[in-house]
Every structure is written in structure tokens, then in C-alpha cells.
């Protein structure tokens, strides 16, 4: 699986805007882009996904660079229950089944 | 709506027991994947089902062993348990395996042994 580089931790304050970067240079034409997060003591929970083009949804928005390199997940207005670690995983197009984890980022959401 | 159900959700075994972890994914999803998360770590994939097949497979001890049943849902098979497996295992389902369709997690089945 092609890997992605997250930072290890973020902050942000409550009813601000969070952009989380990811990096995935090595990133193929057929790997989708997806977010995932995990609240404490939970399974993690689907956030947005795209393949070329910038995608909106009710939770986040998703950034994706021309190249494809690096995209940037949107929190519009982080809340407390936004306190999450946030994973950015490439699932390969040709290679189905499998969902693979890497180090995410540790947001932290002050009140 | 119907999410991914997993049970137990708590299990306290003894070293070299088997214990058993059920999942049953939402209806009409023909996909499920299991996971195991230490303490501390990143959920860790393990292996996964399509259509009642094994599509793909991960960090999976060879103690372990998985099915998917014709109603889909989905056992994970654990034997001659270890202090070491002591974790969470979370199952997750979605509509099809494919690359572009999110998958759906279940709040997971917490194993300790003893």
C-alpha cells in the first residue's frame, strides 16, 4: 500500500477551522483517498473519501491536491467531539479488500 | 439505521483458551474486515471477506482462523490465547470491497487475557 505521512498531533480551538494535511507522494492513479477517525475507547468512523476532485459532505470537506501528492481534510468548525486521531489511508483501486491504517494525527480541540 | 454489530463486547479468557468474536455487518453488505488494536497502537488489519470468500489477508496469527457465513456475518476464531492478544478487535463492513466505498466499523469486542 502506498503510504501516507500525517503529523503526530494537532490543536485547534472549538468553532474554528481545522485543516489536517496529509502527504502521500508516492500515491497511484488508482488509489482513493480516504479519512478515517477514532473517538477514544471506539471503533473508527468513516469521515469523506475522493479520488481526483475536492469532495463536500455533511462532516468535513476533503482537499485534494492537482497532483494528487497531498490533500488537507476540512473541519469547517471544529467542536469538542471532534477530539479524534484522524487517519488519511490510499486504498488502491486494483488491490480491493483491505483498509490499511498508518500513524494518524491526534487532534486536540480546546474549549 | 442498522450498524455493524459485534459481540461481545467484552471477553476475559485465560491463556490457552479459544474464544470466539461474532460480527454481523449492516444488511445487504457483502464485505467484512476484522482488525486488532493493542493498546496504544493503530488498528492493525488482519483479514478480510467478499461474498463469504477471503479476499484478502493481513497480520493474521496462524492460532487464528476466520469465516464469513452465508448470512454474511462474520466469526473470528482465536485459539491457544496469549497474554500478547489481549486487545481490541474491531470487524467493519461495507457494500462492496472496492477501493471506493467506505467501510463502516462496529465498537469493537475488547479481549483480555489472563
Known amino acids: 500500500d502506498a503510504k501516507t505521512t500525517q503529523p503526530n498531533s494537532m490543536e485547534s480551538n472549538e468553532e474554528e477551522p481545522v485543516h489536517l494535511p496529509c502527504n502521500h507522494s508516492t500515491i497511484s492513479g488508482t488509489d482513493y483517498i480516504h479519512w478515517y477517525r477514532q473517538l477514544p475507547s471506539q471503533g473508527p468512523e468513516y469521515v469523506i473519501h475522493?479520488?481526483?476532485s475536492n469532495v463536500n459532505n455533511r462532516m468535513a470537506s476533503l482537499a485534494i491536491a492537482e497532483d494528487r501528492k497531498s490533500s488537507t481534510l476540512i473541519l469547517h468548525r471544529a467542536t469538542l467531539r471532534d477530539a479524534a486521531v484522524y487517519y488519511c489511508?490510499?486504498?488502491?483501486?486494483?488491490?480491493?479488500?483491505?483498509?490499511?491504517f498508518g500513524k494518524g494525527t491526534l487532534l486536540t480541540v480546546n474549549p | 439505521a442498522a450498524g455493524v454489530i459485534q459481540s461481545p463486547r467484552h471477553l476475559i479468557k485465560e491463556k490457552r483458551e479459544t474464544a470466539t468474536l461474532k460480527c454481523y455487518p449492516i444488511p445487504r453488505h457483502d464485505t467484512v474486515y476484522w482488525y486488532q488494536q493493542g493498546p496504544g497502537q493503530d488498528p492493525q488489519f488482519l483479514i478480510s471477506f467478499y461474498e463469504k470468500m477471503q479476499s484478502d489477508k493481513g497480520s493474521i496469527p496462524d492460532r487464528f482462523s476466520a469465516q464469513q457465513f452465508s448470512d454474511y456475518h462474520s466469526e473470528l476464531n482465536m485459539s491457544s490465547l496469549e497474554l500478547g492478544d489481549s486487545a481490541l478487535y474491531f470487524c467493519a463492513s461495507s457494500s462492496t470491497g472496492q477501493a471506493r466505498t467506505e467501510a463502516f466499523f462496529g465498537q469493537g469486542t475488547r479481549l483480555t487475557v489472563v
Open positions: 489511508i490510499l486504498r488502491d483501486g486494483g488491490s480491493n479488500y483491505k483498509l490499511t
Open positions: 475522493g479520488l481526483t
